[in-house]
């Protein structure tokens, strides 16, 4: 291969250029954020008109995790089959029906909103992130394309609450709702028209049974330990995650007010690190090399964070926690997506499901960790998480 070819290869637009020509993708991802984003918010209002307790309520959002796992693992062998665009359409249309129910309040609506919500976003998040990357054709661009959005949808978690706050005081977490269905109804349309005369990325030839699509992700180089990496760093990340705030309110009486800033500490460094991981430490160092940088500096932010004894010590070690998770997780997306070439859809739906699985694991075994060892027991558990991580990484070669 010529330098010329190399540097081809390589080549990877500006961040400015490529959100350009995705903006529809990118809108989609924060969209997909905001029914989810309103149930947490207006939670206590939201039990009041159901008539039930906020924890009973409040675990009813359980539901779409256990709904995005059964899609996930379900649907991706079929995911790369269609369109990018119609599956893209059929995700809205689900995420908008979803929010239309929650807006009706009772019980039943409720936990029928959740598990939807599960589902669209099992079936969105995946279609739109290989559509992105199928928007450019060298395999450094296609994972940047890819991380591009990953990196939107961790903005608007940090962003969507305040966003969504103005409205709401005018027309209610009902109003929001119905927003939100009618904005991805409509979208849904647009995507459903822009992918009707485009076909699926694989090819008649390419197409394989059911199992043997699961076979044919399982023989890409590394995608099995990346797959577990991405399981376990989302089972350590969201565990702390669960019980960051009753940390700081036992160990440095913080207020929920002030803890609020914390929280946006926590999501600004995770869309840092995602956002200038894909861009800059990928293209600077191997992309398998940064993966097993940001694990080694997650291990020493959670090993340590439990311990230290003064506030600005552990404010500084929460955001390197969120920017070294964010790191990894912009290397597993952009090694998938570099590695599964046409399988990119069925490689990242899987991955999210795998993140589901992590989501639930990481809160059980930060509860027994607790329950057994307090906050120390919490070091121990989410560091032996991580460190398995960190040995997975090891197999992951160039």
Same mark, same amino acid.
């Given at each position: 291969?010529?330098?010329?070819?190399?540097?081809?290869?390589?080549?990877?637009?500006?961040?400015?250029?490529?959100?350009?020509?995705?903006?529809?993708?990118?809108?989609?991802?924060?969209?997909?954020?905001?029914?989810?984003?309103?149930?947490?918010?207006?939670?206590?209002?939201?039990? +009041? +008109? +159901?008539?039930?307790?906020?924890?009973?309520?409040?675990?009813?959002?359980?539901?779409?995790?256990?709904? #995005?796992?059964?899609?996930?693992?379900?649907?991706?062998?079929?995911?790369?089959?269609?369109?990018?665009?119609?599956?893209?359409?059929?995700?809205?249309?689900?995420?908008?029906?979803?929010?239309?129910?929650?807006?009706?309040? @009772?019980?039943?609506?409720?936990?029928?909103?959740? &598990?939807?919500?599960?589902?669209?976003?099992?079936?969105?998040?995946?279609?739109?992130?290989?559509?992105?990357?199928?928007?450019?054709?060298?395999?450094?661009?296609?994972?940047?394309? $890819?991380?591009?959005?990953?990196?939107?949808?961790?903005?608007?978690?940090?962003?969507?609450?305040?966003?969504?706050?103005?409205?709401?005081?005018?027309?209610?977490?009902?109003? @929001?709702?119905?927003?939100?269905?009618?904005? $991805?109804?409509?979208?849904?349309?647009?995507?459903?028209?822009?992918?009707?005369?485009?076909?699926?990325?694989?090819?008649?030839?390419?197409?394989?049974?059911?199992?043997?699509?699961?076979?044919? &992700?399982?023989?890409?180089?590394? #995608?099995?330990?990346?797959?577990?990496?991405?399981?376990?760093?989302?089972?350590?990340?969201?565990?702390?995650?669960?019980?960051? +705030?009753?940390?700081?309110?036992?160990?440095?009486?913080?207020?929920?007010?002030?803890?609020?800033?914390?929280?946006?500490?926590?999501?600004?460094?995770?869309?840092?690190? @995602?956002?200038?991981?894909?861009?800059? !430490?990928?293209?600077?160092?191997?992309?398998?090399?940064?993966?097993?940088?940001? !694990?080694?500096?997650?291990?020493?932010?959670?090993?340590?964070?439990?311990?230290?004894?003064?506030?600005?010590?552990?404010?500084?070690?929460?955001?390197?926690?969120?920017?070294?998770?964010?790191?990894?997780?912009?290397?597993?997306?952009?090694? !998938?997506?570099?590695?599964?070439?046409?399988?990119?859809?069925?490689?990242?739906?899987? @991955?999210?499901?795998?993140?589901?699985?992590?989501?639930?694991?990481?809160?059980?075994?930060?509860?027994?960790?607790?329950?057994?060892?307090?906050?120390?027991?919490? #070091?121990?558990?989410?560091? #032996?998480?991580? &460190?398995?991580?960190?040995?997975?990484?090891?197999?992951?070669?160039?």
């Amino acid at each position: 291969m010529s330098t010329t070819e190399v540097r081809r290869t390589g080549e990877v637009p500006g961040d400015w250029r490529m959100a350009k020509r995705l903006w529809p993708f990118l809108l989609a991802s924060t969209v997909s954020l905001i029914p989810f984003t309103v149930f947490g918010m207006y939670l206590v209002p939201i039990a +009041a +008109a +159901a008539d039930g307790s906020v924890a009973e309520i409040g675990g009813l959002r359980g539901l779409g995790g256990l709904a #995005a796992l059964i899609v996930g693992i379900a649907l991706a062998p079929l995911i790369d089959r269609f369109a990018r665009e119609l599956v893209a359409a059929g995700g809205l249309a689900l995420l908008g029906i979803s929010a239309a129910l929650g807006a009706i309040g @009772n019980v039943f609506a409720l936990a029928t909103f959740c &598990l939807l919500i599960g589902a669209s976003t099992s079936i969105l998040g995946p279609s739109i992130g290989a559509a992105a990357a199928d928007r450019f054709k060298t395999p450094a661009a296609a994972g940047r394309a $890819a991380t591009l959005v990953s990196a939107t949808t961790s903005m608007m978690a940090m962003l969507a609450a305040p966003v969504l706050a103005v409205p709401g005081l005018f027309w209610g977490w009902r109003g @929001n709702l119905l927003a939100a269905s009618a904005i $991805a109804l409509t979208l849904s349309a647009a995507f459903f028209w822009r992918g009707r005369g485009r076909k699926s990325p694989l090819t008649a030839t390419q197409r394989t049974s059911y199992l043997a699509t699961y076979r044919a &992700l399982a023989k890409i180089p590394g #995608a099995l330990p990346l797959l577990g990496v991405a399981m376990l760093r989302t089972a350590a990340f969201m565990g702390y995650l669960a019980y960051l +705030a009753a940390f700081y309110d036992e160990k440095f009486d913080l207020a929920p007010g002030w803890f609020a800033l914390v929280w946006s500490l926590s999501g600004a460094s995770f869309f840092l690190g @995602n956002l200038f991981a894909g861009r800059y !430490l990928v293209a600077a160092v191997r992309p398998e090399k940064t993966l097993l940088l940001g !694990l080694l500096a997650a291990l020493l932010a959670v090993s340590t964070f439990y311990f230290t004894p003064s506030l600005p010590v552990t404010l500084l070690l929460t955001a390197l926690m969120g920017a070294a998770h964010a790191t990894v997780a912009a290397c597993v997306t952009t090694l !998938l997506v570099r590695r599964s070439g046409d399988l990119r859809g069925s490689a990242l739906s899987v @991955n999210a499901a795998g993140m589901s699985i992590g989501t639930f694991l990481g809160a059980a075994l930060g509860g027994v960790g607790l329950g057994f060892g307090g906050y120390p027991g919490l #070091a121990l558990i989410f560091g #032996a998480v991580t &460190l398995a991580g960190v040995l997975l990484a090891l197999r992951v070669r160039p």
